[in-house]
Structure formats: C-alpha cells, structure tokens
C-alpha cells in the first residue's frame, strides 16, 4: 500500500476516469456487438441475440442522430463496408469522423439550429424511401433530440429553440426536455417508426439516461412513447414556462389535449414489430470499468450509486459528506477509497455565469471540502463537454477554494453566480478531453487517501 505522501490523487482519478471513458467508446462497443456471420454459403448480421440473414434483405441504410452517432456510423462501415446502400446520421459540431458510404452531417447542441432541421429532413427522406424487404439501422447516442429537430407541422424550428433554451434554464431534466420535444417533433416519439415502416429496423444505443429507458433515449423516436400532450403540458407548467412559449406551441400542445392531434404511437402499435433494440454501451459499463480501474490501483472501491440526479450544487455537497464520513471513520484508516457515482444532475441557471453541471458539482464540493487533506474529486461528462463550455468537467481537492479564497476571491460568489466554469479555469482545476466518442452521463470519481 502507498502511504499518503507517496499518492497523486489527481493523477489516480485521470487514470480511473480515462479507464472508464475507454469502455464506452461508441465505435468499438458497436463494432464488437455487430458481427457478420457465414453459414452453409448464407450471410447474416449478427446484432447481439438477434440474428438476421442478409441474402433476402434488400437496401441497407445506415441512419442516427447523437453526439456518438459519426464513430458509431464508422463502426458499422468496419463491419459491412460496401454492402451499405447509403445513409445519414448528424452530430455535434467538431464530433465528426469520415465516412465513405454513409453522409456525416454536423448541427448544434443542444438548442437545435437549421443545420440540424436540414439534417432531420435528409434522414426522414431516406427512412421514407425504406420498403419492407430493406434493413434500416439506426444509431442513436445521447444529443440525438436536439440534432434531429424536425418540427412538427405548424412549428418553426424558433420555436423549439426557445421551448429547449426556456426549458434548459428553468432546470428541467432531460425526461421533460424529451417529452415536450417528441410532441412539437416529426421524427421523435416513436414517429420516425412510422417513416420506415413495414421495413425492418435494428437500432443501436449508447444511452445517456438513467435506466436506459427506449422511450426517452435521444427522445424514443424508433420506440412507442408513453407520454401524452397531457405531460407536456405538465412539464411546462411545473417548471413554469407553459405562459411564456409561442402562440403555436400553446396551440398545438392545447390542441393535442383536446386529441384534435394524433398523439405519438404507442407501445404496442404494428409499427414496432419489426424493429428492435440494442444498448450498447451505458453508464453502469463506465462504472464497472472505473471500479476495476481503482481496485488495481489499490483503493477500496465502492459504486454509490449510478442514478445521480438533483441540482449539482446539491450533490456536491452530499458527496463532500461522503468525504468527510469516510476522514472521521477511524475503521476506514486502513486502505485509501474510492467512491463512484454515475448519473447526471441539472443546475437551476440563477446567475449570470459560465459553467456545467460537473463543474458546478466539483465548486459545491470543492467548498464544502476546503483544508480537508487527502481527498480529491473529479467530475466529468463523459461526452467531453459540460454545458456550454470546452471543459468535460472539474478536477478538485482540499485546496482548490481555499487558495482562491486566500487570494480574496470568493468561490460561494462564482457558486452563486453558476460561474464554475471561470472560477476552476483560474485554478488550473477543469478537465478537458475533447470529443471523447461517446456520451453515457457523468461520471463523479471520490479519492480519499485515510
């Protein structure tokens, strides 16, 4: 065992958050779950438990929408190559990897813009040209709602910017952003479904939802959807935004209330029967990873939790408790810890600052731990980027406020102002890797070194 002098915490919790962003990198877990198999002079797609044969299928079009869809796209050209017809999947901007059979197309997240509409009318067209013999595969990561905007009729793609940015602000979760965005959408919520069908369809997941629930990922637009106009409505009111959302949204959501609007297809309807799904990669993979990560390097692991959810602030403080429990424990002397918890919380934007969920969570705790030796934390978007800035998250321990606070600034001050992005650039504390290839929500890493 490594005595407390002789540990680098932060470089310990790089090591173990690197170890579990490797796991879930969206291209290799689609191309090691996708194979292509030959038997008696017959070839099939092997997808998981699923096995279909390829001699009677007719065009294959490879169609996806999310952060990790280009990587996933190239996956799937590893394993097929040129028997793919053509296809089109969009990502964010500065996410994309060439292709050569199917189009790479870049939008905005996560309020939608027109490269996204012009995306989203490119792949409905192709969904539309799908008959029944043709194989559609559909590639689907976290990002996927916004990038794939396609308004429903009598909505302009403005106006689902303003219920997204009304939405974001106001702390909603993503299970609200979804269910208001399938009902003003003409892909999502099971709709894109009803474009492909009767062809088949395998859609493939790298899920950025707590549970993995179908209907929510990416907003369920290959899946029967369980919400209604009802909820909708519901959501906008609760987080109250309802009165402030354009004349056509209030109309078209009152309208789906009165059922003078089809609803999204359920679950159950013929649609679906000829579709199925597959998670590839999730966050309790990442967390696995991570675990066995730490183990080798001598800690006493434990996974929390992988259902984080709440205000950052709020969390950051729980954790910080966690700490402080584990430094007061005189039985936990004896091996240094190490706590994992997956998930994603939200932050209620009340100031006028620069910031994301992780770094927000790592200043809670960076403030509540401050002059706590031995203890180090890092939180971070497995995505690479917490909200609107470059940083995947924050790197912190007993020092990172203290010092500023030492310097006459105020690190409660940049907590209230929802500017933790500025105040962890200054101490040197974000953590930066780039687009990562994947997007499984967050991943929080508590070292304490007893």
């Known amino acids: 065992m490594q005595s407390k002098h002789k540990r680098s915490l932060k470089r310990e919790a790089r090591a173990i958050f690197r170890a579990g962003l490797n796991a879930v990198h969206a291209g290799e877990a689609v191309y090691h779950y996708m194979k292509i198999e030959k038997e008696r002079g017959q070839e099939f797609l092997v997808c998981g438990r699923q096995r279909l044969t390829l001699d009677d299928t007719g065009k294959i079009l490879v169609l996806g929408a999310g952060k990790a869809s280009s990587q996933m796209a190239r996956a799937v050209e590893r394993r097929l190559g040129n028997r793919i017809n053509g296809g089109a999947v969009v990502t964010q901007y500065g996410y994309a990897e060439?292709?050569?059979?199917?189009?790479?197309?870049?939008?905005?997240?996560?309020?939608?813009?027109?490269?996204?509409?012009?995306?989203?009318?490119?792949?409905?067209?192709?969904?539309?040209?799908?008959?029944?013999?043709?194989?559609?595969?559909?590639?689907?990561?976290?990002?996927?709602?916004?990038?794939?905007?396609?308004?429903?009729?009598?909505?302009?793609?403005?106006?689902?910017?303003?219920?997204?940015?009304?939405?974001l602000r106001a702390g909603a979760p993503i299970e609200a952003l979804n269910c208001v965005r399938k009902h003003l959408s003409d892909l999502k919520g099971g709709n894109l479904a009803r474009k492909v069908f009767p062809a088949r369809m395998s859609v493939l997941l790298v899920s950025d939802v707590i549970g993995d629930p179908l209907d929510v990922i990416g907003s369920g637009p290959a899946t029967g959807d369980s919400t209604t106009f009802f909820q909708a409505k519901s959501y906008l009111e609760r987080y109250g935004v309802f009165q402030e959302m354009p004349e056509a949204i209030k109309e078209r959501i009152e309208a789906g209330c009165r059922d003078e609007i089809q609803d999204t297809p359920a679950p159950g309807d013929k649609i679906f029967r000829r579709?199925?799904?597959?998670?590839?990669?999730?966050?309790?993979?990442?967390?696995?990873?991570?675990?066995?990560?730490?183990?080798?390097?001598?800690?006493?692991?434990?996974?929390?939790?992988?259902?984080?959810?709440?205000?950052?602030?709020?969390?950051?403080?729980?954790?910080?408790?966690?700490?402080?429990?584990?430094?007061?424990?005189?039985?936990?002397?004896?091996?240094?810890?190490?706590?994992?918890?997956?998930?994603?919380?939200?932050?209620?934007?009340?100031?006028?600052?620069?910031?994301?969920?992780?770094?927000?969570?790592a200043l809670s705790f960076a403030i509540e731990i401050r002059g706590y030796e031995n203890v180090c934390l890092l939180a971070a978007g497995t995505d690479g980027r917490d909200g609107p800035t470059e940083a995947a998250g924050g790197i912190v321990d007993g020092r990172t406020a203290k010092t500023m606070q030492n310097q006459g600034l105020d690190p409660d001050v940049y907590l209230r102002d929802n500017n933790s992005h500025v105040f962890l650039r200054r101490r040197r504390a974000c953590v930066f890797t780039g687009p990562s290839g994947t997007n499984v929500m967050d991943l929080v890493i508590l070292l304490v070194n007893c």
């Open 98 to 167: 060439k292709c050569k059979y199917i189009d790479i197309l870049e939008a905005a997240h996560p309020v939608p813009d027109i490269s996204g509409l012009e995306a989203s009318l490119k792949i409905e067209k192709l969904a539309l040209s799908a008959r029944k013999k043709d194989l559609v595969i559909f590639l689907l990561s976290g990002g996927g709602s916004a990038l794939m905007p396609a308004p429903a009729p009598g909505i302009s793609l403005e106006d689902k910017q303003y219920a997204t940015n009304s939405l």
């Open 275 to 361: 579709i199925s799904h597959h998670v590839v990669a999730n966050n309790r993979i990442t967390l696995q990873a991570a675990f066995k990560k730490a183990k080798s390097m001598g800690y006493n692991v434990s996974i929390q939790t992988n259902s984080l959810d709440g205000e950052a602030s709020e969390a950051g403080k729980s954790i910080a408790e966690d700490a402080k429990r584990i430094l007061g424990n005189s039985r936990n002397k004896l091996s240094p810890r190490c706590l994992l918890y997956g998930g994603e919380t939200t932050v209620t934007v009340l100031g006028n600052g620069v910031g994301g969920r992780c770094q927000e969570l």
